[in-house]
């Protein structure tokens, strides 16, 4: 059974920094695409960033060259620091990733619970 366990997140101060990391656990073949997404209250789910099984990077553009995502395939571990945090980033953060079950099997999409980041003006 594959699991998304997310740790990092709590409270910051505007222009502050905070570093999410979610750990894919558990049996599995092969990891394919990460990635964050965000639903700050009110609002529907965004996608934040993602990092391709490659390491390939790409952002949303309210987050751009603030955010860096990143992947320790041997860890099966995917980051996303946060620096210069707005009050706007305040929102429960998803840890997704693609995870294929067995060698030949189609890969499937996992989401993790939600850690909440708090940014305080």
């Known amino acids: 059974q594959v699991q998304l366990v997310e740790s990092g997140g709590g409270s910051a101060q505007a222009g502050g920094s905070l570093r999410l990391s979610c750990v894919v656990a558990?049996?599995?073949?092969?990891?394919?695409?990460m990635g964050w997404y965000r639903q700050a209250p009110g609002k529907e789910r965004e996608r934040v960033a993602g990092v391709s099984s490659g390491g390939r990077p790409n952002y949303i553009d309210s987050v751009k060259g603030r955010f860096t995502i990143s992947r320790d395939n041997a860890k099966n571990t995917v980051y996303l620091q946060m620096d210069s945090l707005k009050p706007e980033g305040k929102a429960v953060y998803y840890c997704?990733?693609?995870?294929?079950?067995?060698?030949?099997?189609?890969?499937?999409?996992?989401w993790g619970p939600g850690t909440q980041v708090t940014v305080s003006p």
């Open positions: 558990g049996t599995f073949s092969s990891l394919g695409g």
């Open positions: 997704t990733a693609g995870v294929q079950p067995y060698p030949l099997y189609t890969f499937q999409g996992y």
